[in-house]
């Protein structure tokens, strides 16, 4: 019984993994679109380097941080006995939850490097 209850959970959470990243990865994509769209209109110029290195930003280190939570709960849950359905509930948490803290630091993280880019470019209002 306990085999087949694993089977299903692993089965679950490869689905929310594939689906998470499905959604991760066409957002992004879509914004720096249309980022790079508006580095054709002049009045728009300055949003541009928000738009992009927010997305883009938010997506690494979104990845970067739930792809650690990942490794980290497999050696630190093995060690301490939680293989059982609670280990992967944990590590769903756990994998949403680093997808969720990174993605906002890749954001701030790419809205910091952005006002630096047009404060370099001459496109800040504060120079």
């Given amino acids: 019984m306990l085999r087949a209850e694993q089977g299903k959970a692993v089965a679950w959470a490869r689905r929310l993994t594939s689906w998470s990243i499905q959604k991760i990865v066409s957002r992004p994509v879509k914004q720096n679109a249309s980022g790079l769209l508006m580095l054709l209109s002049s009045r728009l110029r300055f949003l541009a380097a928000y738009v992009i290195l927010g997305s883009t ?60 880019v047009n404060r370099w470019a001459g496109l800040s209002k504060t120079n």
Avoid at 79 to 98: C, E, H, M, R, T
Wanted: overall charge positive; proline content about 0%.
């Fill in 57 to 116: 930003f938010g997506l690494i280190v979104s990845f970067l941080i739930s792809t650690a939570t990942l490794l980290l709960r497999a050696k630190l849950m093995a060690g301490l006995g939680f293989n059982g359905s609670l280990g992967g509930i944990v590590s769903i948490l756990g994998y949403l939850s680093g997808i969720v803290a990174g993605g906002a630091v890749g954001i701030v993280v790419g809205a910091l490097t952005a006002h630096r």
